[in-house]
């Protein structure tokens, strides 16, 4: 099972872009061996277990070219930070071929998101 709970150290930033949302790609169902991303017109996405088909975590997503920023709000395995309270935000790169979806890391503290990212998914 992965944890998008556990955060580890990371390196970089983020620089900010023009929001390019209005255009959304990811939008849809992509899925993963036993996990899917929903990503949704407003900007939105959950993620979790193909299974119960009830999100352990969701958030919203910035776009800017094919870099792509997740901010979790809430899931019993949201990206927050607990010393603080407050989100982490993770970017990645991006990468659609046809139905398949790719994401490489750019930066993220949170290595269980990181490891949910790593997967290869497909267009549901």
């Given at each position: 099972?992965?944890?998008?709970?556990?955060?580890?150290n990371?390196?970089?930033?983020?620089?900010?872009?023009?929001?390019?949302?209005?255009?959304?790609?990811?939008?849809?169902?992509?899925?993963s061996?036993?996990?899917?991303?929903?990503?949704?017109?407003?900007?939105?996405?959950?993620?979790?277990?193909?299974?119960?088909?009830?999100?352990?975590?969701?958030?919203?997503?910035t776009?800017?070219?094919?870099?792509i920023?997740?901010?979790?709000?809430?899931?019993?395995?949201?990206?927050?930070?607990?010393a603080?309270?407050?989100?982490?935000?993770?970017?990645?790169?991006?990468?659609?071929?046809?139905?398949?979806?790719?994401?490489?890391?750019?930066?993220?503290?949170?290595?269980?998101?990181?490891?949910?990212?790593?997967?290869?998914?497909?267009?549901?």
């Amino acid at each position: 099972m992965v944890s998008l709970l556990a955060c580890g150290n990371g390196g970089g930033g983020v620089s900010s872009g023009s929001n390019a949302n209005s255009q959304n790609p990811l939008v849809g169902t992509w899925v993963s061996g036993d996990y899917s991303l929903t990503f949704k017109s407003d900007n939105t996405y959950s993620g979790g277990f193909n299974h119960d088909g009830a999100p352990q975590v969701w958030g919203s997503i910035t776009l800017s070219g094919n870099l792509i920023m997740l901010t979790d709000s809430g899931g019993s395995d949201a990206c927050i930070n607990s010393a603080a309270g407050q989100a982490v935000t993770g970017s990645y790169t991006y990468h659609i071929s046809g139905d398949t979806l790719n994401f490489n890391l750019f930066y993220d503290p949170c290595s269980g998101r990181a490891a949910f990212m790593g997967r290869t998914y497909t267009k549901k």
